[in-house]
């Protein structure tokens, strides 16, 4: 069993940044891809970003891409999303998911393991 636990959301101003932490909890299963996903109200959860887990392939969507830097540290085992220069669209429910296999990273359905989600709320 896998457990993910969030942190590090909150509310802050557009132009301001924000780190996300996600802490897993590993027993038995490997992982292979870690995510960030969002989802924000009346939306459907979309991707944000991932990263192989022993490896250096990171993926973005586009709308991130320059502002949101995504990393890990497996000694911790916590994956990181750094986000810089925040718009009020930013705004949502942020989700830390895990993949036991190599599998297409953009896609929810793919994740096995999910975190409960940290909002971040940026204001205009």
């Known amino acids: 069993q896998v457990q993910l636990v969030e942190s590090g959301g909150g509310l802050v101003q557009a132009g301001g940044s924000l780190r996300l932490s996600c802490a897993a909890s590993i027993r038995t299963f490997s992982i292979a891809t870690m995510g960030w996903f969002r989802q924000a109200p009346g939306k459907e959860r979309e991707f944000v970003a991932a990263m192989v887990w022993r490896g250096t392939t990171t993926y973005y969507a586009d709308s991130v891409k320059g502002r949101f830097t995504i990393s890990r540290d497996n000694n911790k085992n916590t994956l990181y999303l750094q986000m810089n220069s925040l718009q009020p669209e930013d705004t949502a429910v942020y989700y830390c998911?895990?993949?036991?296999?190599?599998?297409?990273?953009?896609?929810?359905?793919?994740?096995?393991?999910w975190g409960r989600g940290t909002q971040v709320t940026v204001s205009s």
């Open positions: 998911a895990a993949d036991k296999t190599y599998s297409t990273p953009y896609r929810a359905s793919e994740y096995d393991f």
